[in-house]
C-alpha cells in the first residue's frame, strides 16, 4: 500500500548481504574486544595503512574482520578481504588481490597497474590477512596501492610490521584474563574475556557445561595458564568433549596446543 507523502521506494538495508564485501559468515560469536575495536577504527580514522600485530593465535584474523564488518557502511565500494595464509610465492599476492576484485591480467601491463587502474577512485577497505611471511611483497604492494588510490585504506594482520611509510602498527593484546591467586565469585569471573570465551566455547563441546562454584577455579587457572590467547583458549575448551575442567587444567603441562598458524574465524 502507497502511502500519501511517504516515498514508494526506499534503500536497501546495509547488512553484509547487499554490500559489497567478501567477508565470511562466523559461525560463532565474537567475544569482547570491545576497547580494541574501537581502537582500530580510530586508527583507520587517521591512517591509510593499519597492521595488527601479535602472536599465532592471539585473534588478529578475527579483530580485522569485525572492524571491518562495522565500518562497511563508511566505504561506498564496500570492505574486502583477501587471505594470504594459503600463499607460498610473494609474485602471487598481487594476483590474490587482483582475484578478489575480478581484475584479469592483460598483455603488456603488469597487475599492479592493473589494479590501480580498478581502485583508483574507489573508496574502500582492503583487509590483508596473515601478510608476516610475505612481508616484501605485501609492503610493496601496499605502497604502490596507497600512493595511487588517494581512496584506499588498507588494514592487514601480521606478526610484524611491513615497514611502509604511514603504518600505524597495533599490537593485540590477549584477553582479560583472572588472577587465580584471588578469589572471585562467578559474577567476577564473567567479567573476563577469556572465562567468556571458554565457557561459551565449552558449551559448545558440552552441552549440559556451565560455570559453578565447583569449576570456577579451574576455568581461571586455564585462561591464566593459557596466557588470554584465544585460540589456545578455544583447544583447551574443545577437551570438554572427553575430560573435566579439573582434568584439563591438571594437564596443560603436557599439552601440545597449536597456537600458531591461522586462526581464521576465531575471536
Not at 39 to 64: C, F, H, I, N, Y
Not at 119 to 125: H, V, Y
Not at 147 to 156: G, Q, V, Y
Request: aromatic share 4%.
Amino acid at each position: 500500500m502507497i502511502v500519501p507523502g511517504l516515498p514508494a521506494d526506499f534503500p536497501a538495508l546495509k547488512t553484509l548481504d547487499v554490500i559489497s564485501n567478501n567477508l565470511p559468515i562466523q559461525l560463532n560469536s565474537f567475544i569482547g574486544r570491545e576497547r580494541e575495536i574501537e581502537d582500530v577504527k580510530r586508527l583507520l580514522t587517521e591512517s591509510r595503512l593499519v597492521t595488527l600485530m601479535g602472536p599465532g593465535g592471539a585473534g588478529k584474523t578475527r579483530l580485522s574482520m569485525q572492524v571491518a564488518a562495522d565500518l562497511i557502511d563508511q566505504f561506498p565500494k564496500g570492505v574486502w578481504l583477501v587471505e594470504l595464509a594459503p600463499l607460498t610465492d610473494p609474485a602471487l599476492v598481487a594476483q590474490a588481490i587482483a582475484s578478489t576484485f575480478g581484475v584479469r591480467e592483460a598483455a603488456g601491463r603488469s597487475l599492479r597497474d592493473l589494479l590501480v587502474d580498478f581502485l583508483q577512485a574507489k573508496s574502500l577497505l582492503l583487509v590483508l590477512d596473515n601478510c608476516e611471511h610475505l612481508l616484501a611483497a605485501c609492503a610493496q604492494t601496499a605502497s604502490v596501492l596507497l600512493r595511487a588510490c588517494p581512496n584506499l585504506k588498507i588494514l592487514t594482520s601480521s606478526r610484524t610490521p611491513l615497514g611502509v611509510p604511514g603504518e600505524v602498527t597495533y599490537h593485540v593484546p590477549p584477553l582479560s584474563r583472572p588472577d587465580p591467586k584471588r578469589a572471585h565469585s562467578l559474577e567476577q569471573l564473567t567479567q573476563f574475556e577469556s572465562v567468556r570465551l571458554f565457557v561459551e566455547r565449552g558449551v559448545h563441546s558440552q552441552p549440559r557445561f556451565a560455570l559453578t562454584e565447583a569449576n570456577a577455579p579451574a576455568v581461571a587457572q586455564i585462561c591464566h595458564r593459557l596466557d588470554g590467547i584465544p585460540l589456545a583458549i578455544e583447544l583447551a575448551a574443545a577437551r570438554l568433549r572427553v575430560l573435566s575442567v579439573d582434568q584439563i587444567a591438571a594437564r596443560l603441562d603436557r599439552f601440545k596446543l597449536p597456537v600458531e598458524g591461522s586462526a581464521r574465524g576465531r575471536p
